[in-house]
C-alpha cells in the first residue's frame, strides 16, 4: 500500500507535465538562425527560404548542414516559388523531389499546401506528396488561410492525412482569427494539430494560447545582426533594396523563444 501511494501522485505529476509542455517552432531562413533557434529551446524548426516570399524550399546544401548540427526536429518548407499556391505539372514534379531529398537527409518533416483554383485543398495531389513523405511528419502551411471554406478545408487536410495545420484563422495575424483559430481546434479534435502563426509574439501570445487553447505555436524571434564586412560600397547600398539592407543579417534571438515558452505555458498552467 505504502508504494501505491508514492507511485501514484509521480505518475499524475507526469501527465500533467505533458499536457502543459508547449511545442515551440520557429521559422529560420539561414543557418545561424536554426542554430540560435536550437539554443533558444525551440522544439522545432521549419526551414525555409526567401522571407520576402513567405517562404520557399531551401538549397540541399542548407538542409544537409542544419540537419547534420541540430538535434532538434527540422521540418522543411516544399515551394517552389512564391506567389499563390495552385502548382503545373512541372512545379508539383519538383516538390515530389525536394521531398525525396528531404527524406534521404533523414529530415523529420515537411510542410507544403496545395491548393485547387476554386479554393479548395487539392487533396489528391495533397495525398500523393503526403504518402511520398512518409515516415516524416507532414505540416499544411498557410495555404489553408487561402481557401474559400475554412471547415470544408480542415476536413480535406485531414483526408489527405495532413498532421498538423499552420493556421491565422483566415486573417492577416493570429490575433485577428483567433475565434477561428478556436472554432477549428474544437472541430479537429485529436484529427489533426492546429498550431498558430503570423504576429504571434510577446504582446499576443498568452491571448492566442488562453482563447484558442492550443499546445503548439509558429513564430519567428528574428532579429538582425550586423555583417562582419569592413569594406562596404555605399554607392550601391542596398543593392537596390532598403539602404544598407546587405549588411543587415536576419538571425534568430534566443532569449525571445525562452521568453515566449514562458508566457504560454504560464496560461497553460492555470487553464489545467
Not at 518533416?109 to 506528396?129: A, H, N, S, W, Y
Not at 475554412?150 to 483567433?178: M, N, W, Y
Not at 504576429?199 to 482563447?211: F, H, P, W, Y
Not at 537596390?240 to 532569449?255: C, I, N, Q, T, W
Request: charged share 30%; hydrophobic share 35%; glycine share 8%.
Amino acid at each position: 500500500m505504502p508504494f501505491a501511494l508514492t507511485m501514484c501522485p509521480i505518475k499524475f505529476l507526469k501527465q500533467k507535465a505533458f499536457i502543459e509542455n508547449m511545442t515551440i517552432e520557429i521559422v529560420v531562413y539561414t543557418i545561424d538562425s536554426a542554430l540560435k533557434a536550437q539554443q533558444g529551446g525551440a522544439d522545432r524548426i521549419e526551414l525555409c527560404d526567401n522571407p520576402a516570399e513567405g517562404g520557399t524550399t531551401p538549397s540541399h546544401g542548407t538542409i544537409e548542414t542544419v540537419r547534420k548540427n541540430l538535434t532538434i526536429d527540422v521540418f522543411v518548407m516544399i515551394r517552389p516559388r512564391g506567389g499563390d499556391f495552385c502548382y503545373s505539372n512541372d512545379e508539383f514534379h519538383a516538390m515530389k523531389q525536394d521531398i525525396d531529398q528531404c527524406k534521404k537527409l533523414s529530415v523529420d518533416g515537411v510542410v507544403f499546401g496545395i491548393l485547387k483554383p476554386d479554393g479548395t485543398i487539392d487533396k489528391e495531389r495533397c495525398k500523393e506528396l503526403i504518402d511520398r513523405a512518409r515516415p516524416m511528419k507532414v505540416t499544411c502551411h498557410r495555404a489553408f488561410d487561402m481557401t474559400c471554406e475554412p471547415f470544408e478545408a480542415l476536413e480535406a487536410c485531414i483526408q489527405s492525412g495532413f498532421d498538423r495545420i499552420l493556421t491565422s484563422g483566415q486573417r492577416l495575424k493570429a490575433i485577428e482569427g483567433v475565434e477561428l483559430i478556436a472554432e477549428l481546434k474544437t472541430k479537429a479534435g485529436n484529427r489533426v494539430n492546429i498550431m498558430p502563426g503570423s504576429g504571434v509574439n510577446e504582446n499576443t501570445v498568452e491571448e492566442i494560447v488562453k482563447k484558442t487553447g492550443v499546445r503548439e505555436i509558429h513564430f519567428s524571434a528574428t532579429t538582425f545582426r550586423e555583417s562582419e564586412m569592413k569594406y562596404r560600397n555605399l554607392k550601391i547600398a542596398g543593392m537596390g533594396d532598403d539602404e544598407g539592407a546587405e549588411f543587415k543579417l536576419r538571425s534568430v534571438d534566443p532569449a525571445r523563444i525562452k521568453l515566449m515558452r514562458d508566457l504560454a505555458e504560464k496560461v497553460a498552467d492555470k487553464k489545467n
